[in-house]
């Protein structure tokens, strides 16, 4: 975890996963980088929102891959899911909903699916295109803790790769480019950036 500037009320907060993500950022916002996977965006966003002040939103900036094909560009995610929590047998077991569809308000139609693992073959791929247009390691969990301490968030994928076979060796290689149309994205959407 590695957050750079001050939080304050009124201003929002910039949330990525690795620096890769966020190389080409200009900006006076806070920025927190929190490493990759569920625990540790929960973590570190849970962490900084609790010492305080809360900015005014949450905005995660971050690469996805595209589990359907023709999917390309930049996203503003609508509802993000957990891909690798067994929701309806935690349900039978225990008569409690765990890990719920989160619906972002502002957000499009577009779902993530989140979970801790790097989707690099077919099989998995296609068994989540039936769920979900993108795939990420971090969203649905910085989405559950902004909704538990009241900040409203954003969450935009640039898509980095189509998951599945090889998708590793191309996130290494579009990383900067994506990181690019995060920050254009920044620029155009986000104020006190560019």
């Known amino acids: 975890m590695e957050l750079t500037g001050e939080i304050k009320p009124g201003r929002p907060l910039l949330v990525l996963a690795v620096k890769e993500e966020a190389q080409h950022l200009r900006t006076d916002l806070p920025m927190l980088l929190t490493g990759m996977g569920k625990v540790n965006a929960a973590t570190a966003l849970a962490t900084v929102l ?37 929701s309806r047998l935690l349900a ?66 640039h898509v980095s790769d189509e998951a599945g076979e090889g998708a590793d060796r191309t996130w290494r290689e579009s990383v900067a480019e994506c990181a690019r149309h995060l920050a254009a994205w920044a620029e155009a959407n986000t104020p006190y950036v560019g």
Do not use: C
Not at 55 to 80: D, F, Q, Y
Not at 116 to 136: K, N
């Open 92 to 157: 039978r077991l225990t008569g409690e909903q765990y890990g719920a569809p989160l619906t972002l308000p502002g957000g499009s139609d577009v779902v993530l699916a989140t979970g801790d693992m790097f989707i690099s073959d077919d099989e998995a791929r296609e068994r989540l295109a039936a769920r979900a247009a993108l795939v990420d390691m971090e969203g649905y969990a910085l989405a559950s803790v902004a909704a538990q301490a009241g900040v409203p968030l954003r969450v935009v994928k």
């Open 50 to 86: 609790a010492r305080g002040p809360h900015p005014s939103e949450v905005v995660n900036l971050g690469t996805a891959g595209a589990l359907r094909p023709g999917w390309t560009g930049t996203h503003v995610v609508g509802t993000v899911i957990q891909h690798d929590l067994d």
